[in-house]
DNA sequence: AGAGTCTTCCAAAGCGCTTTGGTCTTTTCG
DNA sequence: CGAAAAGACCAAAGCGCTTTGGAAGACTCT
């Protein structure tokens, strides 16, 4: 059923038929009733294929995936990816993800955009100057970045949490439960958040005159293995952290393993905080010693991502504001007073 | 740059050079060299939406991601979609993500093919007689199945890995190592891997005359926390078993946490196997107690179930083959004899 | 040499929608 | 009452590609 057939069976024009059906002013309410009826009656739905051709909107969001042998999707991409979906359903987008190489995104980006293959396109693990910022923001398609970048001169729009408090508060804490060796276990430190945080870290270490030390700054990609390892590195060292802020759920896995192969407790001999996106299948509270967290879901800001995304798709949204979200810090058995030295 | 301009700057038809850059053989060499040199030279790239009207080819393939409030996407679904993704990109196909509600999919199934969204769709996590395939099968769109459905009265193309096999394996073995009572920690199990695997468990205990007991076998969304509960509900039974199978590494994690909770030990009190998808980011090796697996890459699957499609929708593969992967039983510390009763 | 066959190319008709630029009534208003 | 404005509708021109149905010329073959 397409729409010549429909506006033949209305005797009506093609126009007229699809002016009533999108919902333009120029038609008599009576017309638009009789042609609104017969489309639910015969299960019209417009060809998008043909709608697309004709107006250029896809109804499609685009994300450009990084993909290669050695490369990881992080597993906060489904989470994110849930809210977004939940979302987007709602107001029936799809969501198409493009295959790119990991090393040269710029070519897909600018495929999608030059082939207006979607309407709107988000950007996520942003790192500072990132250029697909850039690209994006030249090649003039709508588009939220999740997170943020740094050093652009250019305003932009971004959903963010805000990395640099969290980790601040969560900082702060250990510094006034006496800690005064911390160490930061950290995500890729190429990529903002984790830039953030660290300048978080150092902030509330700066308050209270202390710093972090070299070597107690560890930035890896955000596994179990990884978490592991750097808790090892970091507490076999002559000075040892007390206290450790983590920045994934996972990587604080491998932490408390590392604690326990050496022997150790948590918190008596070491304080631990991670920062937690909250997964359905791990959660912080069912650790062996329940888990203190930086908290924030990445599921709602996936939603809302996707929220804004159509909101500018529609031209309810412009401007290049950034929101960044509080983040809530969750006390649990993690932490506690620094050990006292030497006794 | 679009045909008309091309092929006036040819002066060709766009008859000809349409045919000159799709490969078709009714024209000249010579003339098919100038013309997808000038294409290139120009940057010339074929409007997709106007290919797309005029073939209904739409050089995407589709996925239905059930989604809403209460719906977890599982983390599998992002290292399958690395596989997914990265032989889709040499192939130059995308994939779009249809989000919908998770009770009515049937209604997103229909309009992705109606619409003609998508050349061919993958369905994963399939069920026993599962109504999407049966409908997909019926519409007539190319597509795969990762995992198996069971008791549908017609044969369909699917990759599936043996998980009936894998936990015989698994199962046997511990028999062998003396195990009188197992347990079963698996998946949801509605769906087919866990009916399957559950059966594989059950055909190596009947073998030696045992049978996996009423209370022995747990059937729960693939989370820490479920791992935890099944696993105490397990040990804390008066015939408590002396070896765990376990649907998920992720589960693992939270079995883990229960023995140890319970002051027993592994392998001293309870031998464990679980099943390894292969997560870039939590490693069976790296347990504290290295942890015995069934492994499966589940990205190669992803990668492979590209490729299917990819042939189907060239027309390369056709037919129903269902095919089935072996899955890989990697021994490590977390198994051992039963423990000696009594002693 | 004339009939058939290739080879190579083209004009034009789709694909199914939106939108421009009207036309024909009907209403409004000085 | 007549002109202008508003209301309701339509024909046809895109959007940019593929594909059908030729056509013109070169080649083969008897």
């Not at 950290?186 to 958040?193: I, K, P, S, Y």
């Not at 909101?311 to 050990?339: C, K, M, N, Q, Y």
């Amino acid at each position: 059923m397409n729409l010549k057939q429909l506006s033949h069976m209305l005797a009506l024009s093609q126009t007229t038929v699809s002016r009533a059906l999108n919902g333009y002013p120029e038609v008599n309410e009576e017309t638009r009733r009789r042609v609104i009826d017969a489309a639910k009656r015969h299960g019209y739905r417009p060809n998008p294929s043909a709608r697309r051709l004709a107006t250029g909107k896809t109804g499609m969001i685009g994300y450009v995936l990084p993909t290669g042998n050695s490369v990881d999707i992080d597993p906060h991409f489904v989470e994110f990816l849930s809210g977004l979906g939940d979302y987007a359903r709602s107001h029936e987008l799809d969501l198409v993800l493009s295959p790119a190489d990991a090393d040269d995104q710029e070519t897909t980006y600018r495929r999608i955009v030059a082939n207006r293959q979607v309407d709107a396109v988000y950007i996520s693990s942003p790192r500072p100057t990132d250029r697909r910022v850039a690209l994006v923001n030249t090649l003039g398609i709508p588009f939220i970045v999740h997170g943020r970048s740094e050093g652009l001169d250019f305003d932009y729009p971004f959903t963010d949490i805000d990395n640099e408090g969290a980790f601040h508060e969560a900082a702060r804490l250990l510094v006034q439960l006496g800690h005064r060796r911390l160490a930061l276990i950290n995500g890729d430190d190429r990529e903002t958040f984790a830039i953030h945080r660290e300048r978080g870290v150092r902030r509330a270490l700066a308050a209270s005159g202390l710093v972090l030390g070299e070597g107690h700054v560890c930035s890896l990609a955000m596994t179990e293995e990884n978490g592991y390892r750097a808790a090892r590195r970091l507490l076999e060292q002559s000075d040892a952290p007390t206290a450790i802020a983590c920045s994934s759920l996972i990587m604080a896995l491998g932490v408390v393993r590392a604690v326990r192969d050496l022997g150790l407790t948590i918190p008596g001999d070491l304080s631990l905080i991670a920062h937690d996106d909250v997964f359905p299948w791990l959660k912080p509270e069912n650790f062996s010693v329940p888990l203190s967290t930086t908290r924030s879901s990445i599921r709602l800001a996936g939603a809302r991502v996707a929220e804004r995304l159509a909101a500018r798709i529609s031209g309810l949204e412009e401007g290049t504001r950034g929101e960044v979200w509080p983040v809530d810090l969750v006390v649990r058995a993690s932490v506690a007073g620094a050990p006292v030295r030497g006794y």
